[in-house]
T-cell receptor, first 114, second 114 residues
Framework: RKEVEQDPGPFNVPEGATVAFNCTYS??????FFWYRQDCRKEPKLLMSVYSSGNEDGRFTAQLNRASQYISLLIRDSKLSDSATYLCVVGGGLSTSGTYKYIFGTGTRLKVLA | EAQVTQNPRYLITVTGKKLTVTCSQN?????MSWYRQDPGLGLRQIYYSMNVEVTDKGDVPEGYKVSRKEKRNFPLILESPSPNQTSLYFCASSSLPGQEDEAFFGQGTRLTVV
């Protein structure tokens, strides 16, 4: 089982739609959680951090469920400019040598259609 | 301006010819890491470092070396590149867990080994 798993998509949705992505992680000791956005051939950039209490930034809402070990991202009123790959990132699980690791999911592709 | 700088951005080389990809950050971050990104496989961690002189293997370390002699620099070394190391490489830096550990990425290095 992969340490972080995402549905690769692609998700093709019309403009204005609401779309949700989920990401599961296997290490219960993980401490930090993020959603990154990556445009084609560009570097990933932070979209939002994910907290236990959930957080919202405009049209984007992120949730963390520690009991079930998953995080989610909800995008409301999708725009054409939201088309990108969304990467789930989990950090803080210690490696066997005791050092800190970040694990990236393989990403979920979103295409918003006019 | 906070940034992670990778060089070169593009590189074509021949099998067996040693190369180094440089990475430098100006944010005084403790944590630095290297990833490769391949279609369908997402971002995979090659090596990471929690501080000067502290490095650890990621998920795909074979064929790579790193060093962390200074806090700001984390070069990736391919002693004898092979065609299966053709990929898009990203360097990233962040502070340690428990702090604001958003990862900042360099713009990527597209490497082709022929």
């Amino acid at each position: 089982r992969k340490e972080v798993e995402q549905d690769p998509g692609p998700f093709n949705v019309p403009e204005g739609a609401t779309v949700a992505f989920n990401c599961t992680y296997s290490n219960s000791a993980s401490q930090s959680f993020f959603w990154y956005r990556q445009d084609c051939r560009k570097e990933p950039k932070l979209l939002m951090s994910v907290y236990s209490s959930g957080n919202e930034d405009g049209r984007f809402t992120a949730q963390l469920n520690r009991a079930s070990q998953y995080i989610s991202l909800l995008i409301r009123d999708s725009k054409l400019s939201d088309s990108a790959t969304y990467l789930c990132v989990v950090g803080g699980g210690l490696s066997t040598s005791g050092t800190y690791k970040y694990i990236f999911g393989t990403g979920t592709r979103l295409k918003v259609l006019a | 301006e906070a940034q992670v700088t990778q060089n070169p951005r593009y590189l074509i080389t021949v099998t067996g010819k040693k190369l180094t990809v440089t990475c430098s950050q100006n944010m005084n971050h403790e944590y630095m890491s290297w990833y490769r990104q391949d279609p369908g496989l997402g971002l995979r961690q090659i090596y990471y470092s929690m501080n000067v002189e502290v490095t650890d293997k990621g998920d795909v370390p074979e064929g790579y070396k790193v060093s962390r002699k200074e806090k700001r620099n984390f070069p990736l070394i391919l002693e004898s590149p092979s065609p299966n190391q053709t990929s898009l490489y990203f360097c990233a830096s962040s502070s340690l867990p428990g702090q604001e550990d958003e990862a900042f990425f360099g713009q990527g290095t597209r490497l082709t080994v022929v």
